[in-house]
């Protein structure tokens, strides 16, 4: 199984400042298949990020994603009062074919 | 936009099952994979299993023993049935689509509390 640890746990932050989410894979994952999410309370997941740097229909230009190998990034530019939520990380490939990291609280400071 | 909405009891007693439906809407149910996923009370995600049209599946080797996820195209919907639960299966169970290159989840239900209590 690929574990994805997420890192910080917790990310406080103020509005207009810049956001920097890490996922680190337990084994190498390909760069097309680690996608993130933004989640808020009471709500299913959105599709932020496929493909390791390529955004889903809809999502603003402020949110990047970086990466390769074992290690991945989430950057948000400038956070707007919308941003703040909990954000994860999923891969896909090996057995169980898709799995999360335990995701990255980001809150207003 | 394709929509999903889950639907089902919200409370199952120990060893019973687990069934959940999901509905489909503005889009085709018959061109892509569809999944569930579930999120035990302030934990991560984790990934059930999904479905095709023709009716091939594919389930977290943990679960597999006890998951059944099948399709009805003339209904466009989806189902979950998940065996023998305990309160260890307590969560919010989401359905979700799989994107067009097979490796993400491009549209959610917003989610339904399954409480497993007698």
């Known amino acids: 199984e690929v574990v994805l640890t997420q890192s910080p746990g917790t990310l406080s932050l103020s509005p207009g400042e810049r956001a920097t989410l890490s996922c680190r894979a337990s084994q190498s994952v390909s760069s097309s298949y680690l996608a993130w999410y933004q989640q808020k309370p009471g709500q299913g997941p959105r599709l932020l990020i496929y493909?390791?740097?390529d955004r889903a229909t809809g999502i603003p230009d402020r949110f990047s994603g970086s990466g390769s190998g074992t290690d991945f990034t989430l950057t948000i530019s400038r956070l707007e009062p919308e941003d703040f939520a909990v954000y994860y990380c999923q891969q896909y490939g090996g057995s169980p074919m898709f799995t999360f990291g335990q995701g990255t609280k980001l809150e207003i400071k | 936009q394709v929509q999903l909405q889950e639907s089902g009891p919200g409370l199952v007693k120990p060893s019973e099952t687990l069934s959940l439906t999901c509905n489909v809407s503005?889009?085709?149910?018959?061109?892509?994979?569809w999944s569930w996923i579930r999120q035990a009370p302030g934990k991560g995600l984790e990934w059930i299993g999904y479905?095709?049209?023709?009716?091939?599946?594919d389930y977290n080797p943990s679960l597999k023993s006890r998951v059944t996820i099948s399709v009805d195209t003339s209904k466009t919907q989806f189902s979950l049935k998940l065996s023998s639960v305990t309160a260890a299966d307590t969560a919010v169970y989401y359905c979700a689509r799989v994107g067009n290159y097979g490796s993400y989840f491009d549209f959610w239900g917003q989610g339904t509390l399954v409480t497993v209590s007698s």
């Open positions: 479905t095709y049209h023709s009716g091939g599946t």
């Open positions: 493909g390791t740097s």
């Open positions: 503005g889009g085709s149910i018959s061109i892509s994979y």
